[in-house]
């Protein structure tokens, strides 16, 4: 059974970075797409970016393309979200997630396990 925990959450002022980490075990994690999601206060879960299996393609929300880069170390099973330029709407939980399914264009699918969330808070 996968197992996925993130860290790197926290409290950082408009336009700061943070680097958001997902450790993964259980299964062969080279074997699975990844992505990460998130969730503002009283607001739907959302895509955020997802990253082929190699890493080698990946694909981001309209809202983080050219501020956020996903990458993933398959000899350490850890996916990363680094996160620059932030602004307040970027305030969430962000959710790390694998699946079974990639494309370029339609990101990550058949979602099959989900982390615990980390909190992102961007003051103004």
């Known amino acids: 059974q996968v197992q996925l925990v993130e860290s790197g959450g926290g409290l950082v002022q408009s336009g700061g970075s943070l680097r958001l980490s997902c450790a993964a075990s259980g299964r062969t994690f080279s074997s699975y797409p990844m992505g990460w999601f998130r969730q503002a206060p009283g607001k739907e879960r959302e895509f955020v970016a997802a990253?082929?299996?190699?890493?080698?393609?990946?694909v981001y929300a309209d809202s983080v393309k050219g501020r956020f880069t996903i990458s993933r170390d398959n000899a350490k099973n850890t996916v990363y979200l680094q996160m620059n330029s932030l602004k307040p709407e970027d305030t969430a939980v962000y959710y790390c997630?694998?699946?079974?399914?990639?494309?370029?264009?339609?990101?990550?699918?058949?979602?099959?396990?989900w982390g615990q969330g980390t909190l992102v808070t961007v003051s103004s």
């Open positions: 990253i082929s299996l190699s890493g080698g393609s990946t």
């Open positions: 997630t694998s699946g079974r399914t990639y494309s370029s264009n339609k990101g990550i699918g058949s979602l099959d396990a």
